[in-house]
């Protein structure tokens, strides 16, 4: 399964946004899907873009082995190159 269209729009932290760390944890929530890079050092919601999703699938095939993540849940690997490992949303988080 391939994310489709591709210019599906997902928030992105800023080190996912300025491509200095990697995508580690997807979340498909009721908002929509987040690609972030998992860390805690956020400060805002400055620290968060709208993007196509076929931006970040240019620099990471592997992100599509989450396109059939249902809604609720999120996925998260340690590293790049790594299993992805789902698990429900928390109930303020969904």
């Known amino acids: 399964m391939e994310f489709s269209p591709t210019n599906l729009g997902v928030i992105v932290c800023k080190h996912v946004f300025e491509a200095s760390r990697p995508v580690l944890l997807i979340a498909h929530g009721a908002e929509g899907w987040d690609f972030v890079c998992g860390g805690r050092d956020h400060d805002g919601v400055d620290d968060f873009h ?8 240019d620099r990471d095939r ?9 809604r609720g849940f999120e996925a998260e690997r340690p590293s790049v190159g790594s ?8 109930a303020d988080e969904a």
Request: charged share 10%.
């Open 50 to 57: 709208l993007v196509g999703v076929g931006h970040l699938l």
């Open 62 to 70: 592997t992100l599509n082995e989450c396109a059939d993540l249902p």
């Open 83 to 90: 299993s992805w490992v789902r698990s429900v949303l928390s």
